[in-house]
């Protein structure tokens, strides 16, 4: 073959060029460190590194729910915490008045009032804005004495009863004052009533919200256990998801959880009424013993969420940690295998560069002739 | 035998020729580095000629031709890769800014995006009736929807680029045929009436080369010497001194620009599909059938999303009890964005599966989430943002590839370059020697010359 000066200086150029494109490519590895800087540079490893991003993202949220999840049975524990401790309150004041300890009456009447007004205070806790024990029914009081008047419509008046019995249904307005007193005939657990949201004189209330007390009296005129807060909410529990199709409900029917302790105290405020305290008190104290177990049985459910929920984060935050470590494996590559192949491609470049030098400088015919 | 002036006559067509081979050499040493210029050499014979002063016959040098020293098969398949390389360089160029639009190497982008979106769902699940959570999630499904409509019309961006550089590319063929027909109009009046055309010859074949780069053709040299091209469906581009020339029209569907050849009587024919390679067929080639791939399947990955999330969402309520609206309006990846009633009122977002289930029911916010992991794409083979990884892989194969090739054939070109040159280029080298070899000859020419002139001294002086 015939070698011209030009083919020469041809092949040197298109050599260099395509050494320093190839120096180009191992710097920009190791100045980057990142082996895939672009998804040609390794088109599978590419979809892997999106396909772990999508991973620790989902990692992260399920993260964020075992946080939320966290927050709810920990808010969930210290009420039930307290509304055990007002329980055990109740329990020693009704033991003392079985005890026949009837001097103080109007103290223990009180007290319980405020226990139970408490434990209505503790069904109505919020957790970030929304109701804790009131089912799907987040954005309003899960359990409440109001009811309503708008347009000339009253809202149904709800109430629970220890027994079947006589209720008389005081409705006040903002001010306190009763302006209507029903009578109805109730019975033993939950009663809804509608009215016709007019007052004692037969004039329509105006609109707005109305509280209503309920007092009860049985057919032998003994007052009976009458609770007027009553259950806004529905049996539905909140699902938080964990993991890849696990999910935990944490129960918040505040009626199931509530109302034994609320009937019970209602029924010994109740027992005030009549002079059967001390006999009363061994019913009432079956009552509050139960809504005692209640509490603990849903303490013990919650116990056992959170060390589910535990168990889940240990894995979330292990599979992310896993699923980091994969995806820097696949992202960064190797770095002292890139730092080793720089310097050879530089090592390449420096060869290409005195190979044009030394065609460059040849000796040509016309020097010697 | 041979008289005293027909000895003349020999000598001084030697020193005659000897001229013409050093203006040759001259001319080649000149041209060592001009791009195209094929080296020259003279074909020299000996004739017995007619004495100029007797009746005597004489031997004389003669310069019969000055040849270029070319190889057309070398040249032919020089074009042939300088056809496919034009083609992979253009398809490099362009799949390469498609890659940009799918890189997520910073770790943003849709893939990312589409994560945010579905676990903002996720939030919303854990907290049906939070206004932040609502807002939240508007939030990240407008950075979805805008992340896949960028990613759209960047793509029919980078089409509309390569439908500029179609109606340059366009032009500049023109400007070739015209330019190879006015040279073989050149070169049929220099041979005729005996001038050296090499020059032009020369010229003619590296336009050849410019053109195949743009586009594929076929050419051939008549016996005339006269070059005919055609495209690869016959349509002639060049005959003799006359060329046709390439134009562009907008075809009315697809809004981008047909490249349409015009006959002699005026009739026009769309050659779009006959152009396969080149820089204008690697072109049309990813305006046409690489960048729409794309397209379709953000396409279908937008009505997936669009379809699978307003199902669920029309299933179920909003905060005000009423039946969910459709989350997503718009029907592919060009349009899809959050419903504005949704995105006016956050409260319109339908978490709960019932009616009686609001606010605290959240079954269809995580079903939505569900999605996620849902294989919907690919019929049921693979969720949403596999799909999306099988793309970003699939660009960065079809670029890698694409590299891989176009590497090969500029080794290859290259090897045919440095055959073309190694046959026509010229050494300084071997000129040099030549040269040497003119110039003695030259010399002793010219010394016969001289012992000529004493000959004839010693005759006259007897």
């Not at chain 2, 005597?56 to 040098?61: A, D, K, M, Q, V």
């Amino acid at each position: 073959m015939r070698i011209t000066n030009k083919m020469m200086i041809n092949n040197a150029k298109y050599w260099l060029t395509k050494q320093a494109e190839r120096l180009s490519e191992a710097a920009a590895v190791n100045a980057s460190g990142k082996s895939v800087n672009r998804p040609s540079d390794n088109p599978e490893a590419a979809a892997a590194i999106l396909q772990f991003r999508s991973d620790i993202s989902r990692c992260t949220q399920y993260e964020k729910n075992l946080t939320d999840a966290d927050t709810l049975i920990e808010a969930g524990e210290t009420t039930l915490d307290s509304v055990d401790d007002l329980l055990d309150q109740a329990l020693d004041i009704v033991t003392e008045l079985s005890n026949g300890k009837n001097d103080y009456t109007g103290t223990y009447k009180s007290s319980l009032t405020g226990l139970y007004d408490s434990i209505i205070g503790l069904a109505n806790t919020t957790c970030s804005g929304t109701y804790l024990y009131g089912g799907n029914n987040t954005t309003s009081a899960s359990f409440s004495n109001e009811t309503s008047v708008h347009s000339g419509t009253a809202d149904d008046i709800g109430f629970y009863l220890s027994s079947d019995a006589d209720a008389t249904i005081e409705i006040c307005d903002i001010s306190g004052s009763v302006v209507r007193t029903l009578t109805v005939t109730g019975s033993e657990g939950a009663n809804e009533i509608s009215w016709d949201g007019l007052d004692d004189s037969g004039t329509a209330l105006s609109d707005g919200t109305y509280n209503y007390t309920v007092t009860a009296v049985d057919s032998d005129g003994d007052a009976v256990g009458a609770s007027s807060y009553y259950y806004r909410g529905d049996s539905e529990s909140r699902e938080i998801i964990i993991g890849d199709g696990t999910t935990v409900s944490i129960n918040s029917d505040g009626e199931a959880i509530f109302n034994d302790a609320l009937m019970a105290l209602a029924r010994v405020i109740a027992s005030f009424e009549t002079d059967t305290t001390a006999e009363a008190a061994g019913d009432v104290m079956d009552l509050l013993n139960s809504a005692i177990d209640t509490v603990s049985y849903e303490r013990v459910a919650l116990s056992n969420i959170y060390s589910q929920v535990d168990t889940s984060r240990e894995n979330v935050e292990n599979l992310s940690t896993i699923f980091e470590e994969k995806l820097s494996e696949i992202e960064n590559g190797n770095t002292a295998e890139a730092a080793v192949e720089l310097t050879a491609q530089e090592t390449a470049y420096e060869i290409a560069t005195e190979a044009a030098a030394k065609i460059l400088k040849l000796p040509k015919l016309s020097d010697y002739i | 035998m041979s008289s005293l002036s027909s000895i003349m006559d020999t000598a001084l067509s030697g020193l005659q020729t000897q001229q013409v081979l050093i203006d040759l050499t001259n001319s080649n040493i000149s041209n060592v580095s001009t791009d195209g210029y094929s080296r020259q050499t003279a074909v020299v014979s000996t004739v017995h000629s007619n004495c100029s002063s007797d009746s005597g016959t004489s031997l004389i040098l003669d310069v019969t031709e000055i040849k270029r020293v070319t190889d057309s098969f070398t040249i032919k398949r020089l074009n042939t890769t300088t056809e496919t390389g034009g083609k992979l360089e253009a398809e490099l160029k362009y799949l390469e800014s498609v890659e940009s639009l799918f890189d997520e190497s910073e770790g943003s982008g849709l893939s990312e995006a589409l994560g945010d979106f579905f676990n903002s769902w996720q939030d919303l699940a854990n907290n049906a009736s939070g206004s932040s959570e609502r807002s939240v999630l508007v939030s990240e499904a407008e950075s979805l929807a805008s992340a896949i409509n960028d990613m759209y019309s960047s793509l029919q961006e980078i089409r509309i680029e390569i439908n500029r550089d179609i109606s340059s590319t366009v032009d500049s063929i023109n400007t070739l045929t015209s330019q190879i027909a006015d040279l073989n109009n050149k070169i049929l009046e220099g041979e005729s009436s005996g001038l050296n055309v090499n020059s032009y010859l020369d010229e003619r074949d590296s336009l050849v080369t410019e053109l195949s780069e743009l586009v594929d053709i076929n050419y051939s040299e008549n016996d005339d010497g006269q070059i005919y091209i055609q495209l690869s469906n016959g349509k002639s581009l060049v005959r003799g001194s006359s060329s046709w020339s390439l134009d562009t029209q907008t075809n009315s569907t697809t809004g981008m620009q047909d490249i349409t050849w015009t006959d002699s009587d005026g009739s026009e024919t769309v050659v779009t599909n006959a152009i396969t390679s080149g820089t204008l067929g690697g072109a049309i080639e990813v305006r046409d059938t690489v960048i729409p791939e794309y397209l379709d399947s953000l396409d279908e990955l937008a009505s997936e999303i669009i379809s699978q999330v307003n199902t669920l969402h029309e299933s179920g309520y909003d905060l005000n009890g009423d039946a969910g609206l459709s989350f997503f309006s718009g029907s592919d990846a060009s349009d899809i964005s959050v419903n504005t009633a949704i995105a006016d009122d956050p409260d319109l977002i339908a978490a709960s599966a019932t009616a009686t289930g609001v606010p605290g029911d959240s079954t269809i916010a995580a079903s939505i989430y569900s999605l996620q992991n849902a294989s919907l794409m690919n019929s049921g083979t693979s969720t949403f943002s596999e799909y999306y990884s099988g793309l970003v892989s699939d660009i960065g194969s079809l670029v890698s590839n694409t590299e891989s090739s176009y590497s090969y054939q500029s080794d290859l070109q290259e090897y045919y370059n440095n055959l073309k040159e190694s046959v026509s280029g010229v050494s300084s080298d071997e000129e040099l020697a030549n040269l040497v070899l003119y110039q003695n000859t030259f010399e002793a020419c010219a010394k016969v010359m001289s012992v000529l002139d004493e000959l004839m001294e010693t005759l006259l002086g007897i």
